[in-house]
C-alpha cells in the first residue's frame, strides 16, 4: 500500500517560532510537494523538488523554505511562523516512471499560529 | 500567471442525479490533468485522468471530457451518490515532458441532497 505520511496531523505554535513539517514517502518518487489549503483557494503550491537537494519554488515561496536532503523526505520549514500561515498543509509525491502523474498526498497537517 | 481555476464553488444535486463539475485552463502548453476528490479531513484522491490528445475518457460513473479550442475541462458523475459529496479538484501538469509536477484550482463542492 503505497504511503505518503506527515509527521503531525495537527500543530499549535507561537508567531516567531522556527516550525518543521516533515514528510515521507516509501513509493521511491523523485519528486515531492508542499501544498497550503486555505477556504475558496484551493491548494497551493509552494515549493517542490525533482530530485535530492534540488527545490523549485511554486506559487507562494515567501516565509517558507524546503529541505531534501534524503529521496523519501522533504522537509517543509517556516523559518519565523506568524499567524497568516495559519492553514492546512499538504504533502505530495509523483514519480516520473510510467504513464500517470498521479500524485499521492499526505493527510495533511492543519498548523494554527498564535 | 498562468493558473487553472473552477467556475462554481458549490454544487448541489438531488441523489441519483448526474453532476457536472467544470474547469477552465490557461496553460495552453499543459498536456495532462487530473480531477481529484477530497473528503472532509482527507488528503486529494485521484478520480480519473486524461492526456491531452484524448477528448473524452470514462471510469466507473465518471466522465472526463476535455475541450482543447475553449481551454475547458469537465468532470460528470452519473447517478450521484451521497458518498459523492466532496469537494472536487482540477489540476494540470505543469513540469513538462520528464518531469511532473500538479496546480490545482480552487475546488468545487459538490453536496448529494437524498
Known amino acids: 500500500d503505497v504511503k505518503v505520511t506527515q509527521s503531525s496531523r495537527y500543530l499549535v505554535k507561537r508567531t516567531g517560532e522556527k516550525v518543521f513539517l516533515e514528510c515521507v514517502q516509501d513509493?521511491?518518487?523523485?519528486?515531492m510537494f508542499w501544498y497550503r489549503q486555505d477556504p475558496g483557494l484551493g491548494l497551493r503550491l509552494i515549493y517542490f523538488?525533482?530530485?535530492?537537494?534540488?527545490?523549485e519554488k511554486g506559487d507562494i515561496p515567501e516565509g517558507y523554505s524546503v529541505s531534501r536532503e534524503k529521496k523519501e523526505r522533504f522537509s517543509l520549514i517556516l523559518e519565523s511562523a506568524s499567524t497568516n500561515q495559519t492553514s492546512m498543509y499538504l504533502c505530495a509525491s509523483t514519480g516520473n516512471r510510467g504513464l500517470s502523474t498521479e500524485a499521492f498526498f499526505g493527510q495533511g497537517t492543519r498548523l494554527t499560529v498564535v | 500567471g498562468e493558473s487553472v481555476g473552477l467556475h462554481l464553488p458549490t454544487l448541489s444535486v438531488q441523489e441519483g442525479d448526474n453532476s457536472i463539475i467544470n474547469c477552465a485552463y490557461s496553460n495552453s502548453a499543459s498536456d495532462y490533468f487530473i480531477w481529484y476528490k477530497q473528503e472532509s479531513g482527507k488528503g486529494p484522491q485521484f478520480i480519473i485522468d486524461i492526456r491531452s490528445n484524448m477528448d473524452k475518457r470514462q471510469g466507473q460513473r465518471v466522465t472526463v471530457l476535455l475541450n482543447k479550442t475553449v481551454k475547458h475541462l469537465s468532470l460528470q458523475i452519473a447517478a450521484t451518490q451521497p458518498g459523492d459529496s466532496a469537494v472536487y479538484f482540477c489540476?494540470?501538469?505543469?513540469?513538462?515532458?520528464?518531469?511532473?509536477?500538479?496546480?490545482f484550482g480552487s475546488g468545487t463542492r459538490l453536496q448529494v441532497q437524498p
Open positions: 513509493m521511491d518518487h523523485e519528486n
Open positions: 489540476a494540470e501538469n505543469i513540469g513538462g515532458t520528464g518531469r511532473r509536477a500538479l496546480t
Open positions: 523538488s525533482y530530485d535530492v537537494k534540488m527545490k
